[in-house]
């Protein structure tokens, strides 16, 4: 990326294409967003083991995408992703929305080839702390006490003071009191128009 890249500035800790926006929507938008999720039909959502889920956007297997259209609702944030961050090759034609209750996370993990290069992780509802390992996985403790004090982007988490919970002069943490809704989006390039043709 070029030096006059306007996400340079959001740019956090040593992996080089790692960002972190601050409030990239408003308080408005995150309830409108919350709103839409949590009155999508049931048939939506799919249980899992800790979590639960909704697909966006098509069946994702090995071979591409069986698409189906974003609905305006997240058309409209996935543009304002798109434009303002700069790196996507294409329209997002994809958003998994994951729920997490306050002691769940997720395993560490990579989102896999079919969205290389580029994800965008939209949190609602609640902070985390999301670990990034070596060869480039990323995972949440399933915990609802997270510590923070060894996060790259401490200082942002100290605006987010009623999340906040100091329980020693030592350990600074985030305590996780609500519920927390992930927006993955991203752009799955192969694009598959015919189920039973490949």
């Given at each position: 990326m070029e030096a006059s890249d306007p996400l340079k500035r959001y740019k956090v800790g040593s992996?080089?294409?790692v960002y972190y926006i601050p409030d990239f929507i408003s308080d408005t938008d995150q309830t409108q967003l919350l709103n839409k999720i949590y009155t999508a039909?049931?048939?939506?959502?799919?249980?899992?083991?800790?979590?639960?889920?909704q697909d966006w956007g098509g069946i994702v297997?090995?071979?591409g995408l069986l698409p189906q259209d974003l609905p305006s609702w997240l058309t409209k944030i996935t543009e304002k992703i798109s434009e303002e961050s700069s790196l996507y090759p294409s329209a997002i034609n994809h958003v998994l929305i994951n729920e997490y209750l306050p002691n769940q996370g997720i395993m560490p993990h990579q989102d896999g080839?079919?969205?290389?290069?580029?994800v965008a992780i939209l949190s609602l509802g609640s902070p985390v702390v999301m670990d990034f390992t070596p060869h480039y996985l990323h995972g949440i403790?399933?915990?609802e006490i997270q510590p923070y004090d060894t996060a790259v982007n401490a200082t942002e988490v100290l605006k987010q003071q009623s999340a906040v919970e100091t329980h020693d002069e030592d350990l600074k943490a985030i305590h996780r009191?609500?519920?927390?809704?992930?927006?993955?989006?991203?752009?799955?390039?192969?694009?598959?128009?015919?189920?039973?043709?490949?």
């Open positions: 992996v080089p294409t039909p049931v048939s939506k959502w799919k249980s899992l083991k800790n979590r639960r889920l297997h090995g071979k080839p079919a969205y290389f290069p580029v403790k399933d915990c009191s609500n519920t927390r809704v992930s927006l993955t989006c991203r752009v799955v390039s192969k694009v598959h128009k015919n189920l039973f043709r490949f």
